[in-house]
């Protein structure tokens, strides 16, 4: 497939330029645009994590409205609608890609004992509800530890920063001692990686942004 227009949906504006650097990176000279929309995310919150059939909709229809604004290819951006992204994608006639995807198919390689750690929990269900059924795919067996970093998101929201990193970083230590590969349930987390010390840093810790421009780069 020759990929020249990729259409990127989004539930945080924060992640446009993450996304633009990496499709600058992997992807030069196709021509990107952007459909940002937060409240999904807040609708779920809201909803203690249900993803109703209000989100289905909804992101049915940015998906169409993508593909009728010249997407050869859609990517979603957030975790916490993966089940919505999939069911999307059957709607329309172009490529859709959920954004974890690929980095659930490298953990899952990567060894038996899976970590996926997220600071929201309508973000961890669906990342470890996916990364067990490409287990399934991939026959492979799989031992799943999902952790929660409390209060990150809250402190993410405030404004305050340091507290979210300081958390997700505490977090990321304690779990590496536990598994053989982690996932990064969410695109703000990866930074946190950037700050730890390569002793802190005991089994590789995946995020999705950078594994999702590449498999669209291969898949070309």
């Known amino acids: 497939m020759e990929l020249k227009t990729l259409g990127l949906i989004h539930t945080s504006a924060t992640l446009i330029p993450v996304f633009q650097q990496l499709c600058q990176q992997y992807l030069p000279g196709i021509t990107i645009f952007n459909i940002v929309d937060d409240s999904l995310v807040k609708n779920i919150i809201a909803k203690n994590g249900e993803v109703g059939t209000s989100i289905y909709k909804r992101v049915a229809d940015y998906v169409a409205s993508a593909e009728d604004a010249g997407a050869d290819y859609v990517l ?3 975790s916490s609608i993966g089940a919505a992204v999939e069911a999307a994608a059957e709607k329309v006639s172009i490529p859709v890609l959920r954004v974890d995807q690929p980095m659930a198919d490298l953990a899952v390689q990567a060894g038996k004992r899976v970590g996926v750690i997220a600071t929201l929990q309508t973000t961890l269900e669906p990342t470890s509800d996916l990364v067990k059924r490409r287990a399934v795919l991939a026959n492979k067996e799989i ?5 929660l970093c409390e209060g990150a998101f809250d ?6 920063t340091a507290r979210h990193d300081t958390l997700v970083a505490n977090a990321l230590r304690e779990l590496s001692k536990q598994v053989d590969v982690i996932l990064l349930a ?3 987390m990866a930074r946190v990686v950037d700050t730890l010390s390569s002793e802190d840093k005991k089994v590789p810790i995946v995020a ?9 780069a291969n898949s070309q």
């Open 186 to 188: 969410q695109a703000s």
């Open 208 to 216: 999705s942004p950078p594994n999702a421009i590449q498999y669209i």
């Open 76 to 78: 979603v951006t957030c």
């Open 143 to 147: 031992e799943l530890t999902a952790k």
């Open 155 to 160: 402190a993410l929201m405030s404004g305050d």
